[in-house]
């Protein structure tokens, strides 16, 4: 497992997870809720960055090959969260994140690309 690369992103966006639980409705018509576990999982995180120089975008594009693309997980640099005094909001202390899908990279000039990339919070 290797940690995303240590580069400052230019922008990002979180949308929180939730707590794993499962509900159905009683015979009586009553919904039951279940929790399930006591860790928020899903979390999504957005990357972008932008006017990289080729090298650095290429370490983004060869960690997602290298994590087997949206299959392995992996840890996180506190470099992506630059910028954030108190990050523990964002991240639960101990997941891991894994890709949604493959990275999006837009060419620009020679050797200058921006790249966007979608992580998941989930359990280790």
């Known amino acids: 497992m290797a940690s995303f690369p240590a580069l400052r992103p230019s922008g990002r966006s979180w949308t929180p997870g939730a707590l794993s639980q499962s509900s159905f409705t009683h015979v009586g018509g009553n919904e039951v809720r279940i929790l399930l ?3 928020r999982t899903g979390d999504v995180l957005r990357l ?20 087997r693309t949206t299959f392995d997980a992996f840890d996180l640099s506190t470099d992506v969260y630059a910028g954030i005094s108190n990050y523990s909001a964002i991240t639960v202390s101990g997941n891991k994140w894994r890709y949604t899908k493959a ?3 837009q060419y620009l000039s020679p050797d200058v690309q921006s790249v966007s990339v979608e992580l998941i919070q989930v359990l280790p």
Do not use: C, K, M, R
Request: aromatic share 8%; hydrophobic share 25%; glycine share 4%.
């Open 37 to 39: 576990n006591s860790t």
């Open 48 to 67: 972008s960055y932008e006017n990289l120089q080729e090298t650095d975008a290429n370490l983004i594009i060869s960690h997602y090959v290298g994590q």
């Open 103 to 105: 990275p999006q990279v």
